[in-house]
């Protein structure tokens, strides 16, 4: 079974930068749409942006402008870039790939998720 692992979270100050990184076991990014979520303590999770089969992207408009998601195929990896950062970003963030087929059917893959905290 295929598995997402993040990295790229950190603290970092109002206006700032960081990039997250979504790595995963084996090549899907071709064939797969993958998304970041965000989710807050008390909140639900919320779809932060999405590429579908590489190519195509969507962005919650909060984050528009200021995010970008893409993928590099030959490391199987998706990255988000966040730029001009605010304090409600502060939250952890999760890699997705929602609808991946695999020997025993399809499967919604989640990564660990990772902390990113902005200081105003």
């Known amino acids: 079974q295929v598995q997402l692992v993040e990295s790229g979270g950190g603290l970092v100050q109002v206006g700032g930068s960081l990039r997250l990184s979504c790595a995963a076991s084996?090549?899907?990014?071709?064939?797969?749409?993958m998304a970041w979520y965000r989710q807050a303590p008390g909140k639900q999770r919320e779809l932060v942006a999405r590429?579908?089969?590489?190519?195509?992207?969507y962005y919650m408009d909060s984050v528009k402008g200021r995010f970008t998601i893409s993928g590099d195929s030959a490391k199987n990896t998706v990255y988000l870039q966040m730029n001009s950062l605010k304090p409600e970003d502060t939250v952890v963030y999760y890699c997705?790939?929602?609808?991946?087929?695999?020997?025993?059917?399809?499967?919604?893959?989640w990564g660990q998720g990772t902390q990113v905290t902005v200081s105003s």
């Open positions: 590429i579908r089969s590489g190519s195509s992207t």
């Open positions: 084996r090549s899907i990014f071709r064939t797969n749409d």
């Open positions: 997705n790939a929602p609808n991946v087929l695999s020997s025993t059917g399809y499967v919604n893959v």
